[in-house]
């Protein structure tokens, strides 16, 4: 089945550093990719929509100069968090679909965990 | 504007009964609805969806879930629980199969032996 891969699945970075995740879908492309943020034991809240060769979409409320989207490929979305602080602590997961198979529903990545110290 | 409620923040079952997951939509137009299930420090996994047709849906692991129209209703529900059962459970709407999707706000499921 299509699988989507987040890297990394844990990432511990300092106060006031920047740290990129990224979401691959490895068997198929993905012309939108979704990232969505997770509290604990809470539900998931959508960030933004990722487009392939375009600006990302952001959701109200969300900071898109903290939170960068850049979607370079049919097969990549990354997210940056810049000048990370403990707030942006958080599950961060993707999600994505492959474009020529319209009857499909999207996959997701199975989460990066980022501590801001 | 779409939004999903789950009523039950936890729900607790003995392994062997029946359990059921509730939850309720609210959307314009036919709604896309989805479940699924999200085991500790993991990403979601895919159960089941309605799209259009019969109401009931059969979906993975013996779950099934009911598309109720009046009551704008999806429970998710399962005839004999598991204690592997034990997650947390999403329910999600969305406008179409693979765009952006609005989730509820989870239920914990515990399924004790």
């Known amino acids: 089945g299509a699988v989507v891969s987040q890297h990394p699945s844990r990432v511990i970075c300092k106060s006031g550093t920047s740290v990129k995740i990224e979401c691959r879908s490895l068997?198929?492309?993905?012309?939108?990719m979704f990232w969505y943020r997770q509290f604990p034991k809470k539900s998931l809240m959508l960030m933004a929509t990722?487009?392939?060769?375009?600006?990302?979409?952001?959701e109200q409320g969300v900071e898109k100069d903290k939170f960068l989207i850049n979607h370079a490929s049919l097969t990549l979305s990354t997210l940056t968090v810049t000048s990370a602080h403990p707030e942006d602590s958080s599950f961060y997961i993707c999600?994505?679909?492959?474009?020529?198979?319209?009857?499909?529903?999207?996959?997701f990545g199975q989460g990066t965990r980022l501590t801001v110290v | 504007a779409q939004s999903v409620a789950q009523p039950e923040d936890q729900v607790n079952v003995a392994e062997g009964n029946p359990l059921t997951v509730k939850c309720t939509y609210s959307v314009s137009g036919n709604p896309y609805l989805f479940w699924y299930v999200q085991y500790p420090n993991r990403g979601l996994q895919f159960l089941l969806k309605y799209i259009t047709g019969d109401n009931l849906v059969k979906g993975s692991y013996g779950f099934e879930a009911e598309f109720n129209k009046s009551q704008t209703s999806f429970h998710l529900k399962k005839p004999s629980a598991l204690v592997s059962d034990s997650a947390l459970y999403f329910c999600a709407v969305g406008r179409n199969q693979g765009g952006k999707l609005i989730f509820g706000q989870g239920t914990e499921l515990s399924v004790k032996p």
């Open positions: 990722s487009n392939e060769g375009s600006k990302a979409t952001y």
């Open positions: 999600s994505a679909r492959d474009f020529e198979s319209v009857n499909t529903e999207a996959f």
């Open positions: 068997d198929f492309q993905a012309t939108t």
